[in-house]
């Protein structure tokens, strides 16, 4: 799990600057001295009178797949063909994009690609790709239960996700490894050669299945149910195989939820192909049920089985990946399911019918969270089959035949949950799936949620064109350091308003830093808004905004990551850098 740095960064203030040229622009290790003459922040009063007020509005992105009865893609649809709802309430589409076998096919004209992503020459007789967009690129995250699989089950679904992997995956598209054992562990960062990771699954083939352990307590419980005749003991030991495994889930509920928070920040399509041998909506469920069966005057154990229902964490995680616009994909890799109580005297003659029927609630126990975070988030899931190569190549569709649709929603940072709806107005029987819904998320939440994906992934986006940092750490106290640092903001790339004699600017700065434990500072959040005086902008030379502080960090290896957020010009940028600190 997420730790966090012990000591937190400095508090911020704020050290105004000249406009600099960029020559004149510091060394890293010596930040410019603050000068006060010519730049002055901006009051913020209410008797401050502004030329204009903005209300920020992102565009809402929902990913649409439209299949078949046969669950083939169907494609050729138009922007006209499809209505958008959010909460009932028709939304005009103001952004289509159309995908087909992984390239853009249609949908609103391409925007030139900023220059340092700009396409390269065409050389003859080679296939020249378009660049993907960033809000298009698609990360996939392969996430291995291992609290909850079977190895030999989990080992044959592996040699056809390496075929997957190596077949099916863009080269614009970016995957990661992890698996789970009572705790995540990344096998694999994101990576663009997915055969970096199909080489990685290797390793864990050799890990133990934790599910075995399971399959025995469940079987000496209905052996036992058979040979005792009272049901008191039994009760009280089903009570506590099921507040094991409620334990034991919701510490994995946990660690999806902490995989899918730390997509938030990734711009782009994400992904989350999770693999098990199911998870059970209502741990003991089909034991609860073999008691009520096997003793008379036991039905009244179903209702203590509720005491254990954890079907509202599991919709609380498929909404929260619905919101960060994570669509989840499952391999049940149990595969066609044999009777878990073959071995088990319960499954002779008389009770055979009752076993049966128990068999069939640990089933659908088993699968109903997974089908019910896939259709949340639009995704799918691969079940009842020993071949998951066929659903595989299904979900390989969804990656690259889609429809992506854009709308503009009449509100700004409310922090709420919004339902979104998409139909087709000539339907023809086919099927829509796509995200239920998005959280319309403030600012910050934004910002920090970019922040701590630069922290984690090594995301960096750079519209705004900024410059940041790092001097030389300077020794404070045993084992602690201060780390000057200056972020130096491009005045032509951020929305000034003229005002008299000023132009005046609102930005607002994030900051991260994770060490290499694996542990994070919080985020600071630190608003800058500003007034240049308009004499002081030159006419044809690039002009910086400069800002400069310290970091107080603890000895070894750390990466810093600086946001920037224009408020009027609603655009933002993402830039990190990594340093060694002390011996």
Sequence with gaps: MTRRLCLPLLSLLLLPFPPLSAQEAPPAAEPAPAETADVETAATGDD?????????VNVVNVDVFVTDKKGEPVTGLTRDDFEVFEDGRQMAITNFYVVEGGERVGGDPAEAPPAEQAAPPAVPGLEQRAPVPDEQRLYLVVYVDNLNIRPFNRNRVFRRLREFLRNELGPDDRVMLVSYERSLHVRHHFTSDPELVAAALFELEDKSGLALQVDSERRD???????????????????????????????????????VDSLAGLPGRKALLYISDGIEMVPGEDLFHAISQRYQGAQHVLTTSRDYDLSRRYQQLASQASANRVTFYAIDAAGLRVSTT?????????????????????TSNLQQPLLLMADVTGGQVIYNTNDVGPGLT????????YYSLGYLPAHSQTGRLYKIKVELKN??????????????????????????????????????????????????????????FMVAIPLDKIVLVPRAEVHEARLKLYFGAVDERGDFSDIQEVELPLRIPADKLEEGARQYFPF????????????????????????????????????
Excluded: C
């Design 221 to 259: 419980l209905l052996r036992d149910m058979e040979d005792t005749d009272s049901s008191g003991d039994i009760i009280w030991r089903v009570r506590q195989y099921a507040e094991s495994r409620f334990s034991d889930l919701s510490f994995s509920i946990d660690a999806m939820k902490e995989i």
């Design 548 to 583: 400069q502080d310290k970091l107080r960090m603890r000895e070894g290896g750390h990466r810093v990551v600086v946001g920037v957020w224009d408020e009027w010009g609603a655009a933002g940028s993402f830039v990190g850098r990594s340093l060694v600190v002390g011996g």
């Design 48 to 56: 401050e009178e502004i030329f204009f007020e903005t209300m920020e």
């Design 427 to 484: 339907g023809k029987g086919y099927t829509v799936r796509h995200r239920e819904g998005y959280r319309d998320k403030s600012t910050f939440s934004r910002m920090s949620d970019g922040t701590l994906s630069s922290l984690r992934y090594g995301f960096e986006s750079n519209p705004l064109e900024v410059e940041f940092r790092l001097g030389e750490p300077q020794s404070v106290e045993k084992g602690q350091y201060d780390v000057p």
């Design 342 to 362: 073959a071995t088990v005297q319960m499954a002779t003659a008389p009770t055979a019918g009752v076993m049966n029927f128990v068999d069939s609630v640990y």
């Design 394 to 401: 299904k979900i390989a569709r969804d990656f690259d035949t």
